[in-house]
């Protein structure tokens, strides 16, 4: 195991740019007293099968969700670890804060840090163009697809938040899909995702852990209908091509239609379990200490996420010159377990920002110490369900809800439980000695205790 020890905020980095692995972290000092990270990463041979980790925030409108972001992308390429910063709206403050041109390919903005903008205009067109040369070996549309000009399709409401989740998978490849990773050339350790919005990003986190239930039906008429039994092959056939236009051979390599279904399931399975996985993915609260609202938001947004199937790894806030000591140890406790941090009040002055200084700003000290355990891996996230057999209920850590607001399913009879809250549905399977019809429930300390009887 190789031992790589940096300097996080000095101005040149004379060294190669590390790989982001699961490591361990301590705390050295330099000969000039700056606080250095040392990080033990495992040898380059073993980086290519690292996946990619993807970092964003979520919050209300105006918190600073843009700014938080672009300080964790500075706080990361000053690390040492090439990042990504991947926006997807048209508003310029990004543009601004990094004095960058971002275009719709990755761009260097300085050492270590790119930056992107997701434009769905631009990404329909590639999935497109992967179908028309599926359909050009297979002949399956008889050309009407060839007869169709991405240029000149618009962008429908609900595209956004698909085409931006394949283009982060290309970047990410939390579906272990190889035909889909990102090139050599686009290879980054850390990506960093500004979105559209708080609740697209909650769809992405849940999208694949709810399309496994679709494809379980999809699959049910593929193979009980004659409809499906007819059809299904061929258009599983075209998928598979499609999805393997960008690798050596098809993806599926000519297993049956059953192992294909097996297949997209595991697919689908990798997926949903990487955003419960602090290695893969991290996810923060971002709120403006000064606005109750906001604060209301994170907390509501905390409860989503864990309904959604992620985690949150902590909390920040702008630094405001209002607060004192008690609100601040207030707002701590608000979030707690969550790490709570605050991050320096970006002046938005005549560009561009010394990020230099900024990251060296002892109010971001807390907030620079969280995103490098993120970064390594080696946090820990508290789980959001517990059984208690002994007195046969479920404890649901649901925070930003009451109990008014969650509501409980039983299906299949007494082996699983599904709770809606959030606008979101998630399934718990029960153990064994739990299971059962619920008999009971009530609201204690921000959790949902349900008894079975």
């Keep these: 195991m190789a031992l790589l020890?940096?300097?996080?905020?000095?101005?040149?980095?004379?060294?190669?740019?590390?790989?982001?692995?699961?490591?361990?972290?301590?705390?050295?000092?330099?000969?000039?007293?700056?606080?250095?990270?040392?990080?033990?990463?495992?040898?380059?041979?073993e980086d290519s099968h690292k996946s990619t980790k993807l970092v964003t925030f979520l919050g209300k409108g105006g918190s600073g969700k843009t700014t938080s972001a672009i300080f964790a992308a500075q706080h990361f390429a000053m690390a040492g670890f090439s990042t990504c910063l991947v926006i997807h709206t048209q508003d310029p403050a990004a543009e601004f804060l990094l004095n960058c041109k971002i275009g719709t390919s990755p761009v260097l903005c300085s050492e270590n840090l790119s930056a992107l903008r997701f434009e769905t205009t631009k990404m329909l067109l590639g999935p497109l163009k992967?179908?028309?040369?599926?359909?050009?070996?297979?002949?399956?549309?008889?050309?009407?697809?060839?007869?169709?000009?991405?240029?000149?399709?618009?962008?429908l409401p609900g595209m956004d938040p698909i085409f931006s989740a394949l283009a982060l998978e290309r970047l990410v490849g939390f579906f272990g899909n190889v035909a889909q990773?990102?090139?050599?050339?686009?290879?980054?350790?850390?990506?960093?995702?500004?979105?559209?919005?708080?609740?697209?990003?909650?769809?992405?986190?849940?999208?694949?852990?709810?399309?496994?239930?679709?494809?379980?039906?999809?699959?049910?008429?593929?193979?009980?209908?004659?409809?499906?039994?007819?059809?299904?092959?061929?258009?599983?056939?075209?998928?598979?091509?499609?999805?393997?236009?960008?690798?050596?051979?098809?993806?599926?390599?000519?297993?049956?239609?059953?192992e294909i279904w097996d297949s997209i399931e595991k697919m689908l399975e990798r997926g949903s379990s990487a955003f419960s996985e602090p290695q893969k993915f991290g996810c923060f609260l971002m709120l403006d200490p000064d606005n109750p609202t906001s604060i209301s938001s994170a907390l509501r947004y905390w409860g989503c996420t864990i309904q959604a199937g992620g985690q949150i790894s902590g909390a920040f806030a702008i630094a405001s010159p209002k607060l004192n000591t008690e609100s601040e140890e207030e707002l701590k406790n608000i979030f707690s377990p969550l790490p709570f941090a605050f991050i320096p009040h970006i002046s938005l002055g005549s560009p561009p920002l010394d990020w230099v200084a900024i990251m060296q700003n002892t109010v971001g000290e807390?907030?620079?110490?969280?995103?490098?355990?993120?970064?390594?891996?080696?946090?820990?996230l508290m789980s959001s369900v517990s059984f208690d057999a002994a007195r046969k209920s479920i404890i649901l850590f649901m925070p930003g809800f009451d109990k008014s607001e969650i509501k409980l399913y039983q299906y299949r009879g007494g082996s699983e439980l599904l709770v809606e809250a959030g606008d979101q549905r998630r399934v718990i399977h029960l153990p064994s000695k739990i299971q059962g019809k619920v008999g009971g429930a009530k609201f204690i300390d921000r959790s949902l205790v349900i008894t079975m009887r």
Excluded: W
């Design 5 to 45: 020890t940096f300097c996080p905020y000095s101005s040149v980095l004379n060294r190669t740019t590390p790989n982001l692995v699961h490591t361990t972290r301590t705390r050295t000092r330099t000969p000039s007293g700056t606080k250095a990270v040392t990080l033990a990463a495992s040898s380059s041979s």
């Design 366 to 380: 807390n907030a620079r110490s969280l995103l490098s355990t993120t970064a390594s891996g080696s946090s820990s």
């Design 130 to 155: 992967q179908l028309k040369q599926a359909d050009a070996r297979l002949n399956m549309t008889q050309g009407v697809l060839e007869g169709i000009f991405g240029e000149e399709l618009g962008v």
């Design 181 to 258: 990773r990102n090139h050599d050339k686009d290879k980054f350790d850390i990506i960093v995702y500004d979105g559209m919005s708080s609740e697209e990003m909650l769809r992405m986190i849940s999208a694949a852990g709810k399309a496994r239930l679709y494809l379980k039906y999809l699959r049910n008429v593929a193979e009980k209908t004659d409809l499906g039994r007819m059809a299904g092959p061929s258009l599983l056939r075209l998928v598979d091509e499609a999805m393997s236009i960008t690798s050596s051979k098809p993806l599926f390599n000519g297993k049956m239609s059953a």
